[in-house]
């Protein structure tokens, strides 16, 4: 078992992605959700700054890391492993095994109450962060298929049969993998996204679906990734969703039963800004 270091006892209260300072000059018990008063130096809103605005410069994440290290914050190891080229994986599951340190570092991320993550679910993190970046344009939709590689692909998956049009796009986004970790149908989990996690689940996804199996190809491998907000209709009516998948080694962009249900290992996208004005799917 690898020996984690302890965080500090200093502690703040977030709401909807503020820090403060809790009350307790009462006896009641700390309030659930904490963040630690870090999250207040200039710092580290500075450091967090640099982050957020080149996501793909490793040394700022760096940087933070080595701030977060000083305040004894365990998601400071978790940064400069994900950013090592040979990271320790021992370590990162062992830093990922505490849901609560996740839930936290998530709610930051997202600017929401801890509280109001579901018990037992989790995000898949990248480079310290529950958000992945990603910045690429596409000349088509069929482009952008083309650009994932994929060992597979369904034919009915076409810009036509998803309602999107078909023109230029350019993504620049960061995108969330929200793992609700039990049997879930689709309108609950986008439910969850939308209205707990404030999250962008739009009817154009499937181009960021897209981005991510081009970026990120390797995370395929996984488990399987898919996008509710884009729902094809086939001429008897029925809705299906893109999904990638991987099976038997071979990398896969598929389509799923909207109203099966999904297994509790699959993932969902979603995006944690919304990069395009377009129209959300009613549910």
Known sequence: MLKLQAPPIKVGIVAFGLTKLPDLSSDNQLPQGVLFMYTQDPQYVELLSQVEKKPFVDDH?????????????????????QCSEHPNEELIKELLRDRDNCHMWAAQDLGVNPNIIPPGSKFEFHKGFAWWPVHTSF???????????????????????????????????????YAPSRRIFSEAAIWEMRRRLNLHVEQDQSWELCAFGEKYPDVQGISSCVALGSICVDPRGRRSVPYLDYWDARRKLYLGDWGAGWCPDYRFLAARDQFLGVREFPI
């Open 61 to 81: 994440r760096l940087e933070l890391a080595n701030f977060l290290d000083g305040v004894s914050c365990l998601r400071g190891q978790l940064i400069r492993e």
């Open 139 to 177: 000349h088509s939709f069929s482009a952008a298929i083309a650009a994932g590689r994929y060992d597979h692909i369904d034919p009915h998956l076409t810009a036509s049969s998803l309602c999107i049009e078909d023109a230029p796009v350019t993504i620049d986004a960061k995108l969330v993998l």
